[in-house]
Antibody, heavy 123, light 108 residues
């Protein structure tokens, strides 16, 4: 059974940092792209970042570029999101999701999601 | 930045057909995907590659595509289908993911 379990969320002051983790099990983690998606309270889903299967390629939404860093440890079956210079607008539930790549250049989708971890940025 | 546009809400009576649209300039080139999200739960994929249905998703869920608009159709809506529905795709390069704003489906 595929499982994704996020951790590391919590309350942080504006300008602070936080590292989220996503522990994966039930599939060959090193074979899949992985993503972070967030959802502000009462709002819609927003794609945040993705990383390829060996960690050599990453992409970020404009809203987090330069502040967030996605990474992975395939030996530990774990995905990470290092979040720096946090702002109030980063307050959200952060989901990790397994990505399925479409044919070349035709995007991707998410077939399994974790339950999410809440990040609150407030003084 | 690239955007996908969905109606904020759709209401139908049980047994009727619900149609939720999603519009975006890159949709003729990129596949669209649909997710169902119930309160307090993670999203669940209900349609992939415009019209394919994952295993375990009821046959009443279907998808279609025409030009810059894709449509999620739920035939014979049941009370358990009440949820938020999100379309998802990618920009024209296929690099950056994007979600529609979501549609709240209310079963009257």
């Amino acid at each position: 059974e595929v499982q994704l379990v996020e951790s590391g969320g919590g309350l942080v002051q504006p300008g602070g940092s936080l590292r989220l983790s996503c522990a994966a099990s039930g599939f060959t983690f090193s074979s899949y792209w992985m993503h972070w998606v967030r959802q502000a309270p009462g709002k819609g889903l927003v794609w945040v970042s993705r990383i390829n299967s060996d960690g050599s390629s990453t992409s970020y939404a404009d809203s987090v570029k330069g502040r967030f860093t996605i990474s992975r440890d395939n030996a530990k079956n774990t995905l990470y999101l290092q979040m720096n210079s946090l702002r109030a607008e980063d307050t959200a539930v952060y989901y990790c999701a397994r990505g399925i790549e479409g044919p070349r250049g035709r995007g991707y989708y998410f077939d399994y999601w974790g339950q999410g971890t809440l990040v609150t940025v407030s003084s | 930045s690239y955007e996908l546009t969905q109606p904020p809400s759709v209401s139908v009576s049980p047994g009727q057909t619900a149609r939720i649209t999603c519009s975006g300039d890159a949709l003729p080139k990129q596949y669209a995907y649909w997710y169902q999200q119930k309160p307090g739960q993670a999203p669940v994929l209900v349609i992939y590659k415009d019209s394919e249905r994952p295993s375990g998703i009821p046959e009443r869920f279907s998808g279609s595509s025409s030009g810059t608009t894709v449509t999620l159709t739920i035939s014979g809506v049941q009370a358990e289908d009440e949820a938020d529905y999100y379309c998802q795709s990618a920009d024209s390069s296929g690099t950056y993911g994007v979600f529609g704003g979501g549609t709240k489906l209310t079963v009257l």
